[in-house]
Structures are given as C-alpha cells and as structure tokens.
C-alpha cells in the first residue's frame, strides 16, 4: 500500500488484529517516512439487489442504511461505533441467508430491531420515516408499544 502521507513509498504492515465486528485492523509504516497509520479492511459482500417499495430494483448500498440511522441518531447517545456496528450487523444478517434480492422493509425491519436495543428516540425517528407515520395518533401508540 502506497504511503498517504509522502506518497512515494510503500508501507508495511506492523502489526494486524482482528476486530470483534471482523474486520482486519492494520497498523502500517512507510518505509521512507516512517509515517504511521491503521487501515481497516472488511470482506466486501456479494452484491445484493434490494426491492424497493414501489417494486423498483437498486443494488444495495451499506451506506444508505448508515446515514438512515446518522440522520435518526443525531443529538441522541448513539455513537459512529454504534452505527458501525448496527450497519456491520445488518448487512451480515442480509447475506447470511446466500439470497441475492431482499426488500427494503425486511431491511427496515433489521434496523429498527437493533436501533430499539440501543436508543429509544434513534429508533422512533428511524421508525417514523420507515413505517410513514402519518399522524400524532400513530406516535402514541408506538410509544405505548414501548412502555
């Protein structure tokens, strides 16, 4: 791997570790600068297609459902290590079954199942845009549900 800092020389691997949501943690040097940085590295899934409401097909994304849970925990106590995790999570669970094609709500349904574990508010905002709320009434009684 080229160095980011001098761009000149190549790096090498000081030391390597895997995390608990399995990924490879790198620790690299460049040979010419001594420049020191950590690379992640995470086995790229098989592409999957997701169906849409509306019946349209669009190749899956992991970093739509990331900023789907960005935009529902903001100013809450969900961490980026949290996403990271609930997204790790999510797209495991997707292609653990070996199926190519999978619905946005089966996704939405992943999500909002973990969201709930961690961050109550996290998961009514999510849960208001995925599930349409459309009225004070439907609020209520998800918060009802909850208590």
Known sequence: ???????????????????????????????????????????EPARAVVIKKNGREEPFERKKIENGIRRAAKNTEVTETDIERIVTKVEQEIFKGGEDKITS???????????KKIDEVAYLRFASVYKEFSDIETFEKEINKMK
């Not at 709500?105 to 969201?115: A, F, M, Y």
């Open 1 to 43: 791997m080229q160095c980011p800092n001098c761009k000149k020389c190549e790096t090498q691997v000081i030391d390597s570790r895997m995390s608990e949501d399995n990924t490879v943690r790198r620790r690299r040097e460049c040979f010419c600068c001594r420049f020191r940085f950590t690379t992640f590295e995470r086995v």
């Open 105 to 115: 709500r089966e996704i939405g349904n992943l999500v909002i199942d973990k969201l």
